[in-house]
């Protein structure tokens, strides 16, 4: 399986084409994939409600490893980056579907991604933002952070979450070390805030094009 995340950025004048290609796009980028979704992203600072950035979209697409290539219309697009990926951990599902295979390969220095993605309970959703309003506040500063921003299928209340890390460690240390994303933890099993979700790690096996459309820095 390949799975590789397509980023790229619109001028203003372009948002409603970027619009109208969430809705006519969605049937084409499926051919031929194993897992395709359109998808909007938060602008990268904060991960709440209103943290939309509608001149940055993004595409998600799972392929068989001797598939072709199924690169998305990117309309309207100025400026993008792909992401190659390659599952090493996956829990959960997305549109009822376990979309990445893992695959037992040696571990290795170099850096992970990690995709979280949930489906919002009727009546949680307020409850959710708040909670998680401590630790947008702190991700910028996580040591190890390459980048992250905000994914989700509608452009505003965004389900979920895209992060590039230096390694393995760092992921762990922000995880379960720094106080405010363990608690955000430890009350997600207490609350039953999703009705769907999904957890996944991914080794970043290549990134081409331009960084700045994700946000890149070096890390701390």
Request: glycine residues 10%; positive net charge.
């Given at each position: 399986?390949?799975?590789?995340?397509?980023?790229?950025?619109?001028?203003?004048?372009?948002?409603?084409?970027?619009?109208?290609?969430?809705?006519?796009?969605?049937?084409?980028?499926?051919?031929?994939?194993?897992?395709?979704?359109?998808?909007?992203?938060?602008?990268?600072?904060d991960f709440g409600v209103g943290s939309a950035d509608l001149t940055r979209w993004a595409a998600?697409?799972?392929?068989?490893?001797?598939?072709?290539?199924?690169?998305?219309?990117?309309?309207?697009?100025?400026?993008?980056?792909?992401?190659?990926?390659?599952?090493?951990?996956?829990?959960?599902?997305?549109?009822?579907?376990?979309?990445?295979?893992?695959?037992?390969t040696a571990r290795g220095d170099g850096p992970v991604a990690v995709l979280t993605r949930a489906?919002?309970?009727?009546?949680?959703?307020?409850?959710?933002?708040?909670?998680?309003?401590?630790?947008?506040?702190?991700?910028?500063?996580?040591?190890?952070?390459?980048?992250?921003?905000?994914?989700?299928?509608?452009?505003?209340?965004?389900?979920?979450?895209?992060?590039?890390?230096?390694?393995?460690?760092?992921?762990?240390?922000?995880?379960?070390?720094?106080?405010?994303?363990?608690?955000?933890?430890?009350?997600?099993?207490?609350?039953?805030?999703?009705?769907?979700?999904?957890?996944?790690?991914?080794?970043?096996?290549?990134?081409?094009?331009?960084?700045?459309?994700?946000?890149?820095?070096?890390?701390?």
């Amino acid at each position: 399986m390949t799975v590789r995340l397509y980023v790229w950025r619109v001028p203003r004048s372009k948002i409603p084409a970027a619009f109208w290609s969430m809705a006519v796009d969605k049937r084409k980028i499926r051919k031929n994939a194993d897992f395709a979704k359109l998808l909007g992203t938060g602008n990268g600072r904060d991960f709440g409600v209103g943290s939309a950035d509608l001149t940055r979209w993004a595409a998600l697409i799972t392929t068989a490893d001797e598939a072709p290539e199924r690169r998305p219309p990117m309309r309207g697009a100025v400026a993008s980056c792909t992401l190659t990926l390659e599952p090493i951990a996956s829990r959960g599902t997305w549109s009822g579907q376990e979309p990445f295979q893992p695959v037992r390969t040696a571990r290795g220095d170099g850096p992970v991604a990690v995709l979280t993605r949930a489906r919002l309970k009727t009546g949680k959703a307020l409850a959710f933002w708040r909670a998680i309003g401590p630790v947008g506040a702190i991700a910028g500063e996580a040591e190890g952070l390459h980048c992250a921003f905000g994914l989700g299928e509608a452009p505003v209340g965004f389900q979920g979450t895209m992060s590039v890390w230096r390694s393995a460690a760092d992921v762990v240390r922000f995880a379960y070390r720094r106080p405010e994303h363990a608690a955000v933890v430890a009350r997600t099993a207490e609350v039953g805030w999703y009705a769907e979700e999904l957890f996944a790690r991914f080794r970043v096996l290549g990134i081409d094009g331009d960084r700045e459309v994700i946000g890149w820095r070096d890390g701390q």
